[in-house]
């Protein structure tokens, strides 16, 4: 079983931590990271997510190839998720449908706290078109850039939970985590808050080989 997260930006060190808290979710299946090539170095809002699709065809195109099982779209943004579900041989998914759908399966109504107020309206649009938005209470920006975030500084982690704090007095049951580099700060940011803190990154690292198996 191999799966493969496909960065949609060109940075690198984003892929790496990606696949680090995949690999950690779930050691038991083969997860290997893709960079894409000359895409934005992150994804901050639709035209960024316009720029990053070329790269992505041609890793599902590669994904063929190689035969891998499934693949996940590693942005928080769902980037191309229906065109290259269609244009793949395997199961796709992204991650932010994967944390929405851990939330839902958990019976949790859910917020979701993510970078730039340019991606709430894709974030939003994306909720409405999967069938989430009765189950999501809010979506918050917390006006922190993706490479900032992707940094982890100690005054990142407190500003994101004081974030989720807000969200969970507002009544959210659950905070599901907005970007891909907020991954590797989910268990800090559990311990900080004592919050249900959801990422998409490892919550995907368990529904693709599912869904790998149940598609012949």
């Not at 083969?30 to 035209?47: M, R, S, V, Y």
């Not at 839902?104 to 993510?114: C, K, Q, S």
Request: hydrophobic letters at 45%.
């Amino acid at each position: 079983m191999r799966i493969v997260y496909m960065n949609p930006n060109s940075t690198q060190a984003m892929t790496d931590s990606m696949v680090a808290v995949a690999r950690a979710a779930n050691p038991n299946v083969q997860i290997d990271g893709w960079t894409n090539i000359g895409a934005p170095p992150a994804i901050e809002g639709p035209e960024h997510g316009e720029m990053a699709l070329d790269g992505l065809r041609r890793m599902v195109a590669r994904a063929k190839r190689e035969g891998v099982d499934a693949l996940v779209i590693g942005c928080f943004d769902d980037t191309g998720l229906l065109e290259l579900r269609a244009q793949a041989h395997c199961p796709v998914i992204g991650i932010g449908q994967a944390g929405y759908a851990a939330a839902d399966l958990l019976g949790l109504r859910f917020a979701v706290l993510t970078t730039l107020p340019v991606s709430l309206p894709v974030i939003e649009g994306n909720i409405a078109a999967l069938g989430y938005s009765p189950q999501c209470l809010k979506i918050m920006a917390s006006g922190l850039p993706v490479l900032t975030v992707e940094e982890g500084s100690e005054k990142t982690r407190r500003h994101l939970a004081n974030g989720i704090d807000a969200l969970t007095a507002e009544g959210a049951q659950a905070v599901v985590l907005g970007c891909a580099g907020m991954g590797r700060l989910r268990d800090d940011l559990t311990a900080r808050t004592g919050a249900v803190v959801i990422d998409g990154v490892a919550a995907a690292a368990q529904l693709a080989p599912a869904l790998a198996r149940i598609k012949p």
